[in-house]
Nanobody, 122 residues
Framework: QVQLVESGGGVVQAGGSLRLSCAVS????????TAWFREVPGKDRELLAT????????FVKDFVKGRFTISRDNAKKTVFLQMNSLNPEDTAVYYC???????????????WGQGTQVTVSS
């Protein structure tokens, strides 16, 4: 079992920044990569970025590359998503999820957090 708890969401003005945190726990958390996804009503949950715990491989989707950065703190077992230059189209519920490396689709995520709302005002 793996548990994930997101935090750091909120309301921010366009052009601003937010840092989301995903605290991970459970005996087998290190066997999975931890990814950030987001979801807006009517659309599929989409991958933003992911990072492995052991080999430290990272993957960032092109459409957020340069604005979003994923990192992790092994001691705190926390994965961060630093989001800069936010725009209203980034408004969504942001989720972290544990998945096997290489399986980058939402249906491949084994465990999900509860999500955190990010709202970007214009």
């Amino acid at each position: 079992q793996v548990q994930l708890v997101e935090s750091g969401g909120g309301v921010v003005q366009a052009g601003g920044s937010l840092r989301l945190s995903c605290a991970v726990s459970g005996r087998s958390f290190g066997a999975y990569a931890t990814a950030w996804f987001r979801e807006v009503p009517g659309k599929d949950r989409e991958l933003l970025a992911t990072v492995e715990w052991i080999r430290n491989r990272t993957f960032v989707k092109d459409f957020v590359k340069g604005r979003f950065t994923i990192s992790r703190d092994n001691a705190k077992k926390t994965v961060f998503l630093q989001m800069n230059s936010l725009n209203p189209e980034d408004t969504a519920v942001y989720y972290c999820g544990a998945h096997a490396w290489g399986n980058f689709q939402a249906r491949g995520v084994r465990y999900w957090g509860q999500g955190t709302q990010v709202t970007v005002s214009s």
